[in-house]
Structures are given as C-alpha cells and as structure tokens.
C-alpha cells in the first residue's frame, strides 16, 4: 500500500462529495486518518463506513463530523474532535464550497446570495485555517512514524479567480453567470498567500488549488470502487446547465488544450502532492540539527504560497477562430 500520508491526520471540509469525497478516500489510501466534514452527514458517514471498510484492517480510520463551516464554532469543534481522536493534525484541506444557481452578474445577484457564498467559501476557509494553525503549532515530531512538526493547508478556490469568464454570445445559452463564487475564490488566493507568508517560519505550508470544471460521471461508468458511497459522483457541476447538451460541451471543450474536462481525482491527488510531508526547514535549522531524511521524503516541502493550477491548460490558453 502508498504511504505518503502515513500517520498523518487530515481534515478535509465538503467531504460527502465530489473532490473532497475523492481526496478524503485517496488521502486514506495513502495512510492518513482521515475526518469528513460536511453539512450531509448521511453521504460523510456512508463514506467513513467505505473508508473503513477497505482500508480499517490497514490500521486506518475516518470519522465525520457533520460541520457547517461557516460557523466558527462548529469548525473549532471540528478541530477539537480531530486532535481529540487522533492525537494531531498535519493537513488541512479546505475544500467545502458552493456556487449557488442564484449566483449571477453584479446586476441581479442578491445581497443575501452574496452573504451566503462569501460566508462559505471564504469565511470557511479562514475558519478552517485559524483553528488548523492553532492544531498544528502543538503538533510534535516523531522519527520512528516520520511525523513533523507544523502542518499543509491547502485551500479550494478555482481557475475564474485567475482568469476572466463571460457569458458566451453564441447562442447556446449562459455558459456560466458566477459573480459571488469568483470574488470569493480571488479572496481565498490572497488569503492563502498570507497565511502561507506569515505562518512559513512555523513549519506551515498554505496553497491554494485552483480547479477547473470536471465532467459529472454516470455511476456506472466511474470505476472508483467506492463510488455507490452517495450515489453518481455529484458535484456541484451537476447543478448547472454547463455540460448538458453535446453542443455545450463541444463549446466548452475548445477552450481546454488538453481537450477532455477533468475529474474530481485529478484535484485530489493535486491535493495530495500538497499535504505530503510539511516541514519546510530554513537555513537556520538545516545549519543546526535537520535531519536530512525528513526532507529528502517530502514531497511539496518547499511549495508554499502558490496558486496551484489544475485546470487541463485553461487559464493558460488564448483560443483564436479558424
Ligand atoms: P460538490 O458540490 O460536489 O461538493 C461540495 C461539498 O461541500 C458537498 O458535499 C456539500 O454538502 C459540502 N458543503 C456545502 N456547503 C457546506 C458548508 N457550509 N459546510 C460544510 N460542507 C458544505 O463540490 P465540488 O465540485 O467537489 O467542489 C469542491 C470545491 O471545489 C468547492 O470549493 C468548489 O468551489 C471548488 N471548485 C469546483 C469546481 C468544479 O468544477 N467542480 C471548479 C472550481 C472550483
């Protein structure tokens, strides 16, 4: 079995679907005790009974912890949980999003939509991110399980907070009307960026994932083994009327060089590469007593601070007519 996460704990916010449910199993798979945090704690439990089940004879194991995590006191009790059961915390995925379908142009969106997304996509994160740091400054190393001190907080926000979107004039409809949604993804990017600046020097590495949209996959077709965990692999892509219709996703898919939407694994495992080990030792420390196999294993070590692209070449792509 993979053990790049070995010992580890991990949090991870919006676990019961889409590409937290993926990086909640994958994260188990690769050796991390594992808390699922969502507001559906009949997908999150479904998923920790999965996640045990394969991989509980391993030594692994998950919880769920139903979370709100716009509610700072529901994600302080998060974190509580988590070190209570498993002694620390090392990852902190905050992934838990939405984008709602009232979202619209500066124009018509409601005050209270705006509240509503700004509540979860960044308030969330900042929750998240506080209550992890004050986890992570406690946690202390242990060579025998290559454990470290400090900790990975990998924040979701998206590629729209990187490039611009509008609304497409030939005729198939909108292909996305989101306002809130990319305002809050642009405020996730530079709140990421200073907590990874401010928190370095303790061993604290922040990065944010930027995704792009992935393709919704019929049940029967998904070959991940645990994919009846909450029924067809539903995200919020789902919700929209992007991919509906062969024309509007022959539209879409001009603008992806790699020319295949993406899945929610690809974000996972972008996730992964990030939460591997997370001591990020400074000059000082190697001068004085670094122990050299820590680093030489960890993966992401000097990575912090980025907005980490995982968007088949979207925002890289000027696309020009025929
Ligand atoms: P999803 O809708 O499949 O899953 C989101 C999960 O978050 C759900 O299980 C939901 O119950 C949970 N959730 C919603 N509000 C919550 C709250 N207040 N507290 C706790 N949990 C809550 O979403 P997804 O498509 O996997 O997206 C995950 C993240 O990726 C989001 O932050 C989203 O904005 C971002 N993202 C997704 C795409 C995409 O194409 N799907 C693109 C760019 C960015």
């Given at each position: 079995m993979p053990n790049r996460l070995s010992h580890k704990v991990a949090i991870v916010t919006g676990?019961?679907?889409?590409i937290g449910l993926e990086s909640a199993i994958l994260f188990a798979s690769e050796g991390a005790n594992v808390v699922l945090a969502d507001l559906n704690i009949v997908a999150a439990d479904k998923a920790v009974a999965a996640i045990k089940k394969e991989y509980g004879s391993l030594g692994i194991d998950a919880i769920a912890v139903k979370t709100d995590v716009s509610k700072e006191e529901e994600v302080k009790a998060l974190v509580d949980v988590a070190v209570q059961t498993?002694?620390?915390?090392?990852?902190?995925?905050?992934?838990a999003g939405i984008m709602h379908p009232a979202d619209d142009t500066a124009l018509n969106t409601e005050e209270r939509i705006w509240d509503l997304t700004m509540n979860i996509n960044v308030k969330g994160v900042w929750f998240g991110s506080k209550y992890a740091i004050l986890a992570m400054r406690a946690n202390k190393p242990d060579a025998e399980k290559g454990l470290q001190t400090g900790g990975s907080i990998i924040n979701v926000a998206s590629f729209v907070a990187i490039h611009g979107c509008r609304d497409s004039p030939i005729g198939l409809g909108s292909i996305r009307r989101m306002r809130v949604d990319t305002a809050s993804k642009g405020a996730v990017l530079a709140l990421t960026r200073e907590l990874a600046m401010t928190h370095a020097r303790e061993g604290i590495r922040a990065n944010s994932l930027c995704p792009c949209v992935f393709k919704l996959i019929p049940a029967e077709l998904?070959?991940?083994?645990?994919?009846?965990v909450s029924g067809p692999?539903?995200?919020?892509?789902?919700?929209?009327?992007?991919?509906?219709t062969p024309e509007k996703r022959d539209r879409r898919l001009v603008h992806l060089p790699l020319g295949r939407f993406g899945e929610a694994i690809e974000q996972a495992k972008a996730a992964l590469f990030c939460s591997s080990l997370s001591f990020s030792p400074t000059v000082d420390d190697h001068a004085k007593q670094a122990d050299p196999t820590i680093v030489a294993s960890?993966?992401?070590?000097?990575?912090?601070?980025?907005?980490f692209k995982v968007d088949g070449g979207l925002t890289s792509c000027y696309t020009t007519p025929l």
């Open positions: 676990a019961a679907s889409g498993f002694g620390r915390l090392d990852i902190m995925f905050n992934n998904y070959p991940h083994p645990f994919l009846n692999l539903k995200t919020r892509t789902s919700l929209m009327d992007f991919l509906n960890d993966e992401s070590s000097y990575i912090t601070g980025t907005d």
